[in-house]
């Protein structure tokens, strides 16, 4: 009988840290509030579009974090191996797009304050980036945002669970909607958009790259990669499924949401009064991960510039995060930008997914790895949807000109 290598403490917190950086990182406020729409409009049909979502999660993940991993390179760096150029391409537009979009993650964390003390946006929003900031300056920086990343995750699975179950959804409906929705061309839309809000950009990427600092890199960690990458899809989708069926139940028992915020009016409605304080705590929670998830993994598609990038690569995330914070402070948030941010940030995951499948088969790459044909096939799928919500992202751009 084969002797399985025992996972170490240490090695098991760099593990859920990995799970829980790519897993927070994609449940941000942007996500929150789009479950929240759709499921308003779907109702129990929206399970179709997030078991959809899942599935092409799985497709994305496992050939990322089991590609780079084994090659022992960054996303960037395989996207140059297989396309000279493409790489830095990629790593331009991830940065654009990480950038633009931690202005709207420090933006949501002085909301998640707003609603909990009834402070100032701007107060929220620059003890959000000063925190952040220490997290990176501390000598112990990495294995912090382990924890903290890992604590957020653990907290806004807890309070949405609890919702869930006393807002009493109806699970049958939903299980039975998730294979046969009503209306299922209706549902690409949706499919696309949380695609491209939860998979899409920097996020899936984040997990993997903090596996590859940490270096378990190379076919001898590939179980232990294996473990992380199943751990962070699991994370990711039921923390999905567990919002839908949240919203489900409020919705099934006549709630009427607010159209200036959707996602408080469930928990004011299931929790009352308090409601509006517990959803500032999600909020936090969700918008403070994905300001250290994305100015970490913007930073680490910045390390193949130039080696000043590489060797003082935790200033560049501190600058990351103040400039991003300073602009939403002086100047609010960048509609212009963010609508770039948005129609770049849909062509980041086609374009590198498809250049790590071709990697995977290449040995000047992956050496002698076998790269499962299953996990290929899945990935295919995934470049296809995702291929499809990039040329939609670019209605953005249409928008920005005729706007």
């Known amino acids: 009988m084969e002797n399985k290598p025992k996972i170490t403490a240490a ?18 406020p942007a996500f929150l509030t789009q479950t929240t729409v759709f499921t308003q409009q779907f109702m129990a049909s929206f399970a179709f579009a997030i078991l959809a979502s899942i599935v092409i999660d799985i ?5 990322i974090w089991r590609v780079l991993s084994v090659s022992g390179k960054r996303g960037q760096d395989v996207a140059n191996a297989v396309v000279p150029g493409l790489g830095s391409v990629v790593a331009v537009l991830i940065v654009i797009g990480g950038f633009a979009f931690n202005i709207g993650n420090v933006a949501g964390a002085g909301l998640g304050f707003n609603a909990i003390f009834g402070w100032d ?6 003890i959000t980036g000063i925190f952040a900031i220490v997290i990176f300056l501390i000598k112990n920086g990495r294995a912090v945002m382990d924890i903290v990343t890992q604590v957020l995750g653990v907290l ?43 998979v899409g950009g920097y ?25 992380a990458s199943n751990w962070g899809i699991i994370t990711t989708g039921v923390m999905r499924v567990l919002l839908f069926l949240a919203v489900l139940g409020v919705l099934s028992q006549g709630a009427v949401l607010s159209e200036e915020n959707p996602p408080a009016s469930v928990f004011e409605f299931a929790l009352g009064d308090i409601g509006m304080k517990i959803f500032g705590v999600v909020l936090l929670a969700a918008a403070l991960s994905s300001v250290i998830g994305a100015a970490y993994t913007s930073a680490s598609f910045m390390r193949s510039f130039n080696k000043v990038f590489d060797r003082y690569n935790n200033i560049v995330i501190v600058v990351f995060i103040a400039t991003s914070t300073l602009i939403f402070l002086f100047v609010g948030r960048p509609v212009t930008l963010l609508i770039l941010a948005g129609s770049f940030n849909g062509l980041i995951l086609p374009l590198t997914l498809g250049a790590i499948l071709l990697a995977s088969r290449k040995k000047s790459i992956v050496g002698n790895y076998h790269h499962p044909t299953w996990m290929i096939v899945f990935g295919i799928i995934a470049v296809i949807v995702t291929l499809i919500a990039g040329f ?10 005729n706007g």
């Open 11 to 28: 090695q098991r917190r760099l593990l859920f840290g990995a799970v829980f950086l790519m897993a927070t990182s994609s449940i941000g």
């Open 59 to 63: 497709g994305a993940q496992l050939n």
């Open 121 to 126: 946006v701007r107060v929220g929003a620059a």
């Open 156 to 198: 806004m699975i807890g309070i949405v669970a609890y919702v869930m179950i006393i807002s009493e959804p109806p699970v049958a409906e939903a299980a039975k909607r998730a294979i046969m929705p009503e209306d299922p061309i209706a549902m690409l839309l949706p499919i696309i958009t949380l695609v491209g809000g939860t």
């Open 203 to 227: 996020i899936t990427f984040a997990g993997a790259h903090r596996l590859i600092e940490a270096g378990m890199t190379g076919e001898k960690n590939l179980r232990f990669v294996s473990h």
């Open 392 to 401: 939609m992202s670019l209605q953005g751009l249409a928008d920005l000109w």
